[in-house]
């Protein structure tokens, strides 16, 4: 079994920073790509950002230059750094990890539990 657990969502102003952490734990063999979704009321779950191991990142065109992904591999967190947040980003952030876990090396993706993320004056 494998378990993420985020943390660092919160209300914040407009202009604001907020920074999430993923920590995965379980017996995971190895992560593959970790990366960062959200989901607004009424729409549809889209892409933030995502990393690979050997740390390529990359971003929705709307968080291009405001977001950063990064990750401790030593860790098995992910984190995802926001600055100049807006309205639009409101949102359930969810983390997710590609991962081999267990004794056969089972190869699947896993998903947090959501934090929410409000912006707002």
């Known amino acids: 079994q494998v378990q993420l657990v985020e943390s660092g969502g919160g209300l914040v102003q407009p202009g604001g920073s907020l920074r999430l952490s993923c920590a995965a734990s379980?017996?995971?063999?190895?992560?593959?790509?970790m990366g960062w979704y959200r989901q607004a009321p009424g729409k549809q779950r889209e892409l933030v950002a995502t990393i690979t191991s050997g740390g390529f990142a990359n971003y929705a065109d709307s968080v291009k230059g405001r977001f950063t992904i990064s990750r401790d591999n030593a860790k098995n967190t992910v984190y995802l750094q926001m600055n100049s947040l807006k309205p639009e980003d409101t949102a359930v952030y969810y983390c997710?990890?590609?991962?081999?876990?267990?004794?056969?090396?089972?190869?699947?993706?896993?998903w947090g539990q959501g934090t929410q993320v409000t912006v707002s004056s």
């Open positions: 997710t990890i590609n991962a081999r876990e267990g004794a056969f090396r089972r190869n699947a993706d896993y």
């Open positions: 379980g017996s995971i063999f190895s992560i593959d790509y």
